[in-house]
Antibody, heavy 126, light 104 residues
């Protein structure tokens, strides 16, 4: 069974650093990209970016470029999302998800997020 | 940058009724990258539809997707109590703002 297990809830102060994790099991970690998605309280889903664990290639949404860093450790099948200096506006639920690529026919693929972690709640408050 | 606009914002229906949710893209997009997700309170999103019209594993056949170009639709043929939730469309790296399906 494919599973993405996220680290537990965090409560931090503005200016502090943080790294949250997403450990995968049930498939080869380096076969698929991992996506990170933010959901602020009472709001919708925001695509933050993706990382390919095979070579740590990353693609950030312009809204999150420079605000967070995505990384991956192949040896323990774990992806990370980190902040160097948190702000109150980083308070949100953060989901990781496997971005699956399915062969659709000659020359094309489907892309979608088929398995999600349960999310990590990050609260930033003084 | 592609913008996905979902309508309506809220849909008030009764169990057994048909729900039709719209997702409109600001420019033509590939159907291969168009997916729909369901999210219930306190839960992670769940994949319903990928490739605009293919049901994900274990998704009941009352859920169907259609569309191409800039206009896509998620249809729930007969609402079950467990279908009341928020639904999001996604195209590659963009989500719509969501449609809430609530009990009338």
């Amino acid at each position: 069974e494919v599973q993405l297990v996220q680290s537990g809830a965090e409560v931090k102060k503005p200016g502090e650093s943080l790294r949250i994790s997403c450990q995968v099991s049930g498939y080869s970690f380096t076969d698929n990209w991992i996506a990170w998605v933010r959901q602020m309280p009472g709001k919708g889903l925001e695509w933050m970016g993706i990382i390919y664990p095979g070579d740590s290639d990353t693609r950030y949404s312009p809204s999150f470029q420079g605000q967070v860093t995505m990384s991956a450790d192949k040896s323990i099948s774990t992806a990370y999302l980190q902040w160097s200096s948190l702000k109150a506006s980083d308070t949100a639920m953060y989901y990781c998800a496997r971005r699956y690529r399915k062969f659709g026919g000659v020359g094309y693929f489907y892309y979608y997020m088929d398995v999600w972690g349960k999310g990590t709640t990050v609260t930033v408050s003084s | 940058e592609i913008v996905l606009t979902q309508s309506p914002g809220t849909l008030s229906l009764s169990p057994g009724e048909r729900a039709t949710l719209s997702c409109r893209a600001s420019q033509s997009v590939s159907s291969n990258y168009l997916a729909w997700y369901q999210q219930k309170p306190g839960q992670a999103p769940r994949l319903l539809i990928y490739g605009a019209s293919s049901r994900a594993t274990d998704i009941p056949d009352r859920f169907s997707g259609s569309g191409s170009g800039t206009d896509f639709t998620l249809t729930i043929s007969r609402l079950e109590p467990e279908d009341f939730a928020v639904y999001y469309c996604q195209q590659y790296d963009t989500f719509g703002q969501g449609t809430k399906v609530e009990i009338k």
